[in-house]
Nanobody, 122 residues
Framework: VQLQASGGGLVQAGGSLRLSCAASGRTFTRGAMAWFRQAPGKEREFVAV????????YYADSVKGRFTISRDNAKNTVYLQMDSLKPEDTAVYYC????????????????WGQGTLVTVSS
């Protein structure tokens, strides 16, 4: 089971990035997929989650209205569209998957991607 995250990079404040996370080795059509992030010196924090049907989306207050999570079950891929980026969004972003309902705690996820770095300059 592997999750491959991509799409990170360097962007100016106010810009946009789209992260992708492709799952292979097992389908997660009926499980939640989520994004977390970890900034230097800080704990990993929840960003967004989406249920298996594409519903059940939840966002951290800090990204609500700026980030959009979506998924394509035919491709076993989840996306995170990030708009109006701020310097405080700078972090390594991780995708995660489970075979169960949506959750916001890292401990609720069994599979993790390797992370992709997002750097937002002021």
């Amino acid at each position: 089971v592997q999750l491959q995250a991509s799409g990170g990079g360097l962007v100016q404040a106010g810009g946009s990035l789209r992260l992708s996370c492709a799952a292979s080795g097992r389908t997660f059509t009926r499980g939640a997929m989520a994004w977390f992030r970890q900034a230097p010196g800080k704990e990993r924090e929840f960003v967004a989650v989406i249920g298996w049907s594409g519903g059940g989306t939840y966002y951290a207050d800090s990204v609500k209205g700026r980030f959009t999570i979506s998924r394509d079950n035919a491709k076993n891929t989840v996306y995170l569209q990030m708009d109006s980026l701020k310097p405080e969004d700078t972090a390594v972003y991780y995708c995660a998957a489970n075979g169960r309902a949506v959750a916001v705690r890292p401990g609720s996820y069994d599979y993790w991607g390797q992370g992709t770095l997002v750097t937002v300059s002021s």
